[in-house]
């Protein structure tokens, strides 16, 4: 916890703790809904052999994808951080952040455990973008703000979803197991994201006028977790041009959770809060026409990052 507080951020984490019976029933329905599994279940050290021969024809976007999904989950220590800095250990949201660390950490293992096996990299290049990642930290701009936490969260786990669901469909036709390992990590996402979701819902419902304002601060440019990792930009580009993510996903996010949180009923608004309401519903139209201009000036031929060697395919 921080050693002093704006009143602002007391009232903030006031509201936070003043929730926590609905957030132990969210976190309740959650372990009632997840689906515990671990790594060792889902991959078998003796098929080592099996996995790298059918590992061979896995296309280079599937690759560049595996590679970006499987770093931006080996970056979990710093948003155990962001979120312990407001939350503690003694609450509901401590209990959550431990537990949401506990079932996160498996999808870096279980990601790289099947890289290695599967020989898809030179592992030793992955390992020191993977230092220089975690090296380089993670500090948003919102760090200070639990609501622009939650707002953050609601829409990376949605992204970070989408990302694991999509490269596992690209992946199926190749290589079987490795798209049930990605629909499992997706699974995971998908709840926690619901969990997100439902908390910002919450927070919306108790103190509209700043949730809105940490919305908006949040979502028109939502940089992702891993924009620190070397040669994020070419992983980025070649998973965009393979369709596993991109900024029209990011906007069908957007539009998806204004909906969800019925932005264009909230209540009880000032003046400012009714224009910040309509700008918040503006931003679908606006991302989406941002994600053409992306779009347009992307490489058409992107390679790989830098210091990350694929080993030799089929494909």
Same mark, same amino acid.
Request: with cysteine.
């Given at each position: ?20 019976? &609905? ?28 996995? &790298? ?78 230092? #220089?990642?975690? #090296? ?45 390992? %990605? ?30 304002? &940490? ?67 503006? %931003?679908? #139209? ?28 089929? &494909?």
């Amino acid at each position: 916890m921080q050693n002093t507080q704006s009143p602002e951020l007391e009232q903030k984490l006031g509201l936070l703790n003043e929730l926590s019976p &609905a957030i132990e029933k969210l976190i309740a329905r959650h372990i009632e809904q997840r689906n515990l599994w671990f790594p060792a279940e889902l991959l078998d050290a003796d098929e080592r052999d099996e996995l &790298a021969q059918r590992a061979r024809s896995l296309p280079e976007s599937v690759r560049a994808g595996l590679a970006l999904n499987l770093l931006t989950e080996e970056g979990l220590p710093h948003f155990h951080r962001l979120i312990a800095q407001h939350t503690g250990e003694d609450s509901a949201w401590g209990y959550w952040n431990n537990m949401w660390t506990a079932e996160e950490d498996r999808h870096g293992c279980i990601l790289r455990d099947y890289a290695r096996d599967a020989k898809v990299f030179d592992m030793l290049g992955l390992e020191k973008l993977q230092y #220089e990642y975690l #090296e380089a930290g993670f500090n948003p701009q919102w760090h200070s703000d639990p609501y622009r936490l939650v707002a953050y969260t609601s829409l990376q786990e949605k992204a970070t979803q989408l990302s694991h669901a999509n490269l596992a469909r690209l992946a199926a036709p190749h290589e079987p197991k490795l798209q049930h390992i %990605l629909s499992r990590v997706a699974a995971d996402e998908s709840r926690h994201h619901k969990f997100y979701r439902d908390t910002f819902a919450l927070l919306l419902e108790a103190d509209p006028e700043r949730a809105l304002k &940490a919305a908006w601060a949040v979502m028109p440019k939502m940089i992702m977790p891993g924009h620190t990792i070397p040669g994020y930009r070419q992983l980025s580009d070649i998973a965009h041009q393979a369709g596993i993510y991109g900024p029209r996903d990011y906007a069908a996010i957007v539009s998806q959770l204004l909906d969800t949180w019925r932005i264009a009923t909230a209540n009880s608004l000032s003046s400012s809060g009714e224009r910040l309401r309509e700008k918040l519903l503006e %931003l679908p #139209e606006r991302i989406h026409k941002l994600a053409e201009l992306v779009t347009a000036r992307r490489s058409k031929d992107p390679s790989p990052a830098q210091g990350l060697t694929f080993l030799p395919s089929t &494909a």
